[in-house]
């Protein structure tokens, strides 16, 4: 696959906030052919009178042979079913790709279904917004944001070179290559359970009208994303549950163990444990800020 | 005490970051004199130089007899030492306030020093910066915050009126008038306990070198506070443990809770849970954001 984009044809299926982002971010490179497939013609519509997609289509099948790259943008179960009832008329030498935050088996299931010479390799941005829906998509969501590729084991060194060098052209900082094992547990913990202790602290007993007289910065950045979409977040994470399980557990034996740090008064081991936590926040804030594009092997 | 502060004369006890941003936002109010007074001689030629204070000294007897109001922005027991060494001395009529973070029995201990008609009423701006001293003080940290005043039995209304008259000028949008048991259960739910959450999270075994590939928002703001003063984190939280360990526990228990959810798979619990948490976030944000100066009596 040529690193000029301006030689590719795109075709995103889902043009909601991800789907309608890279349409944007793409025509922003100068990308080839931008094609736009979604179930609901208004954003269709939208991103065609917006300019980000120069053709769109309700069903899609039509871009089938005309498209180089696919980046699925919907729910993986939509994506399967989407890719399934046309899996024999992709050509050869098609990629696809998706955005899907957990990955389990779903990678390997989906490259079964697809033709000699057509390849699925998975991606996930770290990239998001508030909102749903083409209306809220942004081309600049990837800027300084991490992009995982979780190749399996019939994905191209080629492919997988030439998706980090698109995620970098959109604008990301980083891009990490992983297998779907250990994405699942890092997302497990970067961020399905922040969403489930910004929940919790949420629902706490001692919450009542008028606290806002008493949260400052540190509660408020720590909730920010306890308004979120339920529905969603209830399936990511129940996909998720083995690992996240397992995550919570750790996190709850932390837990229990400065709370006896606090019971017994222990100012020496509560301040080492506040110090590698700092150590720790100071480190990651530092590769987050480091400038230049970094593709790294986990 | 009158509501023209161009008519009071203000001495600031410990120029750091706190008393720094008092002085330079009293400066812009137009109050009287403002008098800093900090062991660091540093702090207060770098204070005079910015001309937000009047006068300086490291010790501040010779402030007692003419400043109408004292703020200590000081540690509890440095800030106790300081006032009994020098009870006698303030002239009746002069008004006492702190920024202590946990308030306990201090307020009536201290002012059970004091002589008849000088008054100690407690205070607490739910302001701050990253970083200490002088040099990070900003006198805009007030704007927007609330403020919170804990009266114990012998203040009078007057100066509770006073104290959240000068958080409005100040630029708070909140005052909340409680006591200190009160005060003390919502800082643990409000500030203590994100600390710990965000120091948690930071320790877990999943860490690893490269998690910025895998870090987004959610994880981002989170952990903001994970890179904390861990020495003076220890001293307030142990200062508040039994309260704490409480509040700890609560959150264990409901954590517990939305742990079995996930392991029976039980959507309709959980998103009901994130429904719940989604919208008190709402309501806080709503709180937070209003326009009005408001006063409440929790």
């Known amino acids: 696959m040529t690193g000029d984009f301006s030689k590719l044809n795109f075709c995103i299926v889902g043009m909601g906030l991800i789907g309608g982002s890279y349409a944007r971010a793409l025509r922003n490179i100068g990308a080839g052919k931008i094609l736009g497939v979604d179930v609901r013609q208004d954003a269709l519509d939208a991103a065609l009178a917006e300019g980000c997609?120069?053709?769109?289509?309700?069903?899609?099948?039509?871009?089938?042979?005309?498209?180089?790259?696919?980046?699925?943008?919907?729910?993986?179960?939509?994506?399967?079913?989407?890719?399934?009832?046309?899996?024999?008329?992709?050509?050869?030498?098609?990629?696809?790709?998706?955005?899907?935050?957990?990955?389990?088996?779903?990678?390997?299931?989906?490259?079964?279904?697809?033709?000699?010479?057509?390849?699925?390799?998975?991606?996930?941005?770290?990239?998001?917004?508030?909102?749903?829906?083409?209306?809220?998509?942004?081309?600049?969501?990837?800027?300084?944001?991490?992009?995982?590729?979780?190749?399996?084991?019939?994905?191209?060194?080629?492919?997988?070179?030439?998706?980090?060098?698109?995620?970098?052209?959109?604008?990301?900082?980083?891009?990490?290559v992983t297998d779907a094992a250990s994405h699942d547990r890092l997302i497990a913990y970067t961020s399905d359970l922040p969403h489930i202790l910004a929940a919790v602290l949420m629902n706490s007993g001692t919450f009542r009208e008028g606290l806002s007289s008493f949260t400052a910065g540190s509660f408020h950045d720590m909730t920010r994303i306890a308004d979120m979409n339920s529905a969603l977040w209830t399936e990511l994470l129940m996909e998720n549950r083995d690992i996240l399980s397992g995550e919570i557990c750790a996190f709850q034996n932390r837990l229990e163990t400065l709370k006896q740090m606090l019971e017994r008064c222990d100012k020496k081991q509560m301040k080492a444990f506040f110090e590698e936590a700092s150590e720790r926040k100071r480190a990651l804030n530092h590769e987050e800020n480091s400038g230049q594009f970094k593709k790294i092997f986990l």
């Open 53 to 176: 997609i120069d053709e769109g289509d309700t069903e899609g099948d039509r871009f089938l042979p005309r498209a180089d790259v696919f980046i699925f943008c919907l729910y993986a179960p939509v994506m399967k079913a989407w890719i399934t009832e046309r899996a024999s008329r992709f050509l050869p030498g098609t990629l696809l790709t998706d955005t899907a935050g957990i990955k389990g088996h779903m990678p390997e299931e989906i490259q079964q279904l697809l033709p000699a010479g057509v390849e699925f390799l998975a991606g996930h941005p770290m990239a998001g917004r508030e909102g749903q829906g083409f209306e809220k998509s942004d081309g600049t969501i990837f800027r300084g944001a991490g992009y995982i590729i979780v190749p399996h084991s019939r994905n191209t060194a080629g492919n997988i070179s030439w998706l980090a060098c698109l995620a970098r052209a959109l604008g990301c900082r980083r891009a990490a």
